[in-house]
């Protein structure tokens, strides 16, 4: 049974398209038109409720949410390296940093574009200054999050970093956080999800 990828151009979907890459597993992409509110229709919404995009159909299976459908591939997909065994001490961290894009980035995210304080005791991620030192600490000296061993953590971080920086542009100065998106963009698989994403079809 063929993979399926619910997918838009230049969305937080290209993150699963850079994984499918890095894996190597045949896929299929199925566009959602979010522009033309194709991810409100009763269809999508029975593949993901929220009706955002990414979401991924795996025979009976329906994931959705970038970090889930991460862990859910990695380890589907053993052999391709990208996510720590459960014997591994490292998977701790790994699982860290998939939790943390939805627990930490995107609230940050949204506190820097809607320019809020709260107490930071009480924001579950902070602020958005800790995340963003948090992560240029975690970036450096690398090669990737876990040291020298690339996991699909990095395509999580990895692209949230390149939207925080290069499209959202709320986050500059940081030179270890550009090395480390410079990395990712120069890995082959990411390349070739850039062009697919690229092809807008
Ligand atoms: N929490 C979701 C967020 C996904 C998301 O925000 N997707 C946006 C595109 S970047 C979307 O589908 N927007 C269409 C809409 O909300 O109508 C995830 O991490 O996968």
Not at 95 to 111: C, K, N, V, Y
Not at 151 to 156: E, S
């Amino acid at each position: 049974m063929t993979l399926k990828l619910y997918w838009a151009p230049r969305s937080r979907s290209f993150r699963i398209l850079w994984l499918l890459e890095e894996i190597g597993a045949p896929y299929e992409r199925v566009l959602v038109d979010i522009h033309a509110g194709k991810q409100a229709t009763a269809e999508y919404k029975a593949i993901n409720p929220m009706m955002k995009v990414p979401a991924l159909a795996d025979g009976e299976a329906r994931v959705a949410e970038s970090g889930a459908i991460c862990a859910y591939l990695s380890d589907k997909f053993p052999e391709a390296g990208l996510a720590p065994q459960f014997d591994d001490p490292r998977r701790g961290r790994y699982l860290q940093w998939l939790f943390f894009s939805s627990g930490g980035i995107e609230p940050a995210i949204t506190q820097t574009f809607g320019k809020f304080e709260m107490p930071s005791g009480q924001a579950g991620w902070g602020n958005a200054q800790r995340v963003w030192a948090v992560l240029e600490d975690a970036v450096h000296p690398g090669p990737w999050l876990l040291g020298d061993t690339f996991t699909a953590a990095d395509v999580l971080i990895g692209s949230d970093l390149h939207f925080v920086v290069n499209q959202f542009k709320i986050l500059e100065g940081r030179p270890a956080i550009d090395a480390y998106i410079a990395r990712c963009a120069d890995r082959p698989a990411y390349k070739r999800a850039l062009k697919l994403d690229e092809s807008g079809e």
